[in-house]
């Protein structure tokens, strides 16, 4: 099952504009972690923010994480053709015996019109 | 540093057959963990193996297994395929244990089962 889920599942914006993506889950977690994917190929790792931060930047991305609310946004600025993708969040869930396990949500289907 | 390498990228097999995908991580990565994405399900969490042990497994029947190797490559096989096993498999290596740190993917097996 699902813990993560993004909303919307699908965004479509101007280049140049701003885009964010929302994140719920449902359990605890230790970290959570926002990936890419370009269409058919493997994801990329964009930021981990642990359970104990509230923001953190990389470059052109901005993720919140709120665990009173269990949610995380990933906001990108000054969006490119480029960023044209799928992005999913996933959270790290206990699975027993000192093992933890990622889990995926859905993704937000984003597209960039130049 | 060399990424995260699979192969086959392409394969089609006849149902009932089996299959074995094989998985090379990035360099001093002990963990590797496999994934199934289709588009009704989404990325869905296979297994992890972590120094050659499996230490999660995800919700998949007995026909789905995984070993790793003391270099940490590693393969997955599926037998008695079925049509609904058609997916990308994606397998991600991490520093440690899953969820601890980003993972690093490659860029899938397309697996079509006719």
């Known amino acids: 099952s699902q813990q993560g889920e993004e909303d919307p599942q699908a965004l479509s914006i101007q280049e140049g504009e701003n885009a964010t993506m929302n994140c719920s889950y449902k359990?605890?977690?230790?970290?959570l972690q926002w990936y890419r994917q370009n269409s058919g190929r493997g994801l990329v790792h964009l930021i981990l923010?642990?359970?104990?931060?509230r923001e953190k930047h990389s470059g052109r991305l901005r993720v919140t994480l709120d665990t009173s609310k269990k949610s995380s946004s990933l906001l990108i600025t000054a969006s490119r053709a480029a960023d044209t993708a799928s992005y999913f969040c996933?959270?790290?869930?206990?699975?027993?015996?000192?093992?933890?396990?990622?889990?995926f949500g859905k993704g937000t289907k984003l597209s960039v019109i130049p | 540093k060399a990424g995260v390498t699979q192969t086959p990228r392409y394969l089609i097999k006849t149902r009932g057959q089996q299959v074995t995908l094989s998985c090379s991580p990035i360099?001093?990565?002990?963990?590797v963990s496999w994934y199934q994405q289709t588009p009704g399900q989404g990325l869905q969490f296979l297994f992890e193996?972590?120094?050659?042990?499996?230490?999660n497994k995800g919700n998949f029947p007995g026909r789905f297994s995984g070993r790793q190797f003391s270099n940490s490559r590693s393969e997955m096989n599926v037998s008695t395929l079925e049509l609904g096993d058609s997916a990308l498999y994606l397998c991600?290596?991490?520093?440690?244990?899953?969820?601890?740190?980003?993972?690093?993917f490659g860029p899938g097996t397309r697996l079509t089962v006719t």
């Open positions: 991600a290596s991490s520093m440690t244990l899953a969820g601890e740190y980003e993972q690093y």
């Open positions: 359990t605890s977690i230790n970290n």
């Open positions: 923010i642990r359970s104990n931060e």
């Open positions: 996933a959270t790290d869930a206990y699975s027993g015996a000192g093992s933890y396990q990622l889990t």
């Open positions: 360099s001093g990565h002990r963990s």
């Open positions: 193996y972590f120094s050659e042990t499996q230490r």
